[in-house]
């Protein structure tokens, strides 16, 4: 009898933290959250990498100079390492816009298809010159490449679309820099939050290579991040999350159950902070992307503030999560029946 009760007391503790986060009433205490900013917490420590070689790839895709990165590792997790926003502003609105308008166009499978089968989500939301904030609202997820399976979690052949070049190249970027460089991003999942979504806690444990690490990018307003251990009678560490921040999970940290009981506003807009951009005269020879030349004209696109604006209008009260994963085990090439 007393064993019973330890064993419900135990799994409790990651659900009583994620209920106490969640709570509109009483608002919880942001005390204990673990914030980059205040970089003088015991609760984490400074990481340097592998390589400070810069990327010449690192520009055109969004981000700032490798020499600026701070990496941090979490004391009571070990594999788990947080990268505090490495994206230019302009690198925050390119990967914002991608999210919207266009991952969650076909063949890329989205919450919705059950309810309706849309080729273009995001043209739609205007298709009357208006914005249709309810069909906005609607979409939650987005998966791409290998496509998640929410029922069965298993991943075939069969259920696959052609991987974006650009997130396979941002990816690529930052497993080299982690010293992981065998990493291909080859399924990722996109999220969508507003103010009052919540992810419950979970384990991705769906890829069939489970020592590739997942990395997790993060737009638009913050979270709270909930990061635990193998099983949920582990205390789980509150982090928060802001606009460009990277959370990598990896080693001990990839099966980890983790959650987002509060999406908060955001204290800071970065993708607001465009400043004098200069040209880039960069060329740098990519892996994945085959059209170079329009990486350039894409990023420089949403300096144009009228163009922006659309999805300005979403970022203000949404948050967007990409989390890629690499699903093959180094040596597959395909899964096999
Ligand atoms: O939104 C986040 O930060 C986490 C997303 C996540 O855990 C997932 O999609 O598996």
Redesign the pocket.
């Known amino acids: 009898m007393e064993e019973n009760t330890n064993v419900l007391f135990l799994e409790d503790k990651f659900m009583k933290t994620f209920k106490y986060y969640k709570s509109n009433k009483p608002k919880p205490s942001l005390d204990n959250v673990i914030q980059l900013e205040k970089c003088f917490t015991d609760k984490i420590t400074d990481v340097t990498p592998e390589s400070d070689i810069e990327d010449t790839r690192a520009e055109l895709l969004g981000l700032k100079s490798l020499k600026e990165w701070k990496i941090f590792s979490l004391n009571r997790h070990p594999g788990l390492l947080l990268i505090r926003n490495p994206f230019t502003a302009l690198g925050q609105r390119y990967w914002i816009r991608k999210c919207l308008e266009e991952y969650p166009r076909k063949p890329n499978k989205l919450n919705i298809d059950i309810e309706m089968n849309l080729q273009d989500w995001w043209e739609e939301c205007f298709r009357n010159g208006q914005c249709e904030r309810l069909l906005q609202k609607k979409l939650r997820w987005t998966t791409l490449g290998y496509h998640h399976n929410w029922d069965t979690k298993v991943y075939t052949e069969q259920n696959r679309s052609p991987f974006p070049e650009d997130l396979a190249e941002l990816s690529d970027i930052l497993a080299k820099y982690l010293g992981c460089s065998s990493f291909r991003a080859e399924a990722a999942?996109v999220?969508y939050?507003h103010m009052n979504s919540t992810?419950s806690a979970?384990t991705?444990h769906s890829e069939i290579n489970l020592e590739a690490p997942l990395f997790?990018y993060?737009f638009g307003q913050s979270?709270i991040?909930l990061l635990g251990g193998k099983d949920k009678s582990v205390e789980p560490s509150a982090i928060l999350?802001n606009s460009g921040d990277i959370?990598v999970m990896s080693k001990e940290a990839r099966l980890s159950y983790?959650?987002?009981p509060k999406i908060l506003p955001a204290t800071e807009t970065p993708w607001d902070d465009l400043g004098i951009a200069k040209e880039s005269s960069k060329n740098p020879s990519f892996k994945y992307i085959s059209k170079s030349g329009e990486m350039k004209s894409m990023m420089r696109k949403n300096e144009d503030n009228k163009e922006w604006e659309r999805f300005k209008n979403y970022i203000q009260e949404s948050?967007i999560?990409m989390?890629v994963r690499q699903v093959l085990k180094e040596k597959q090439d395909c899964i096999s029946m």
């Open positions: 999942i999220n939050y992810l979970h991705d997790s993060s979270a991040f999350i959370v983790h959650a987002v948050r999560n989390n």
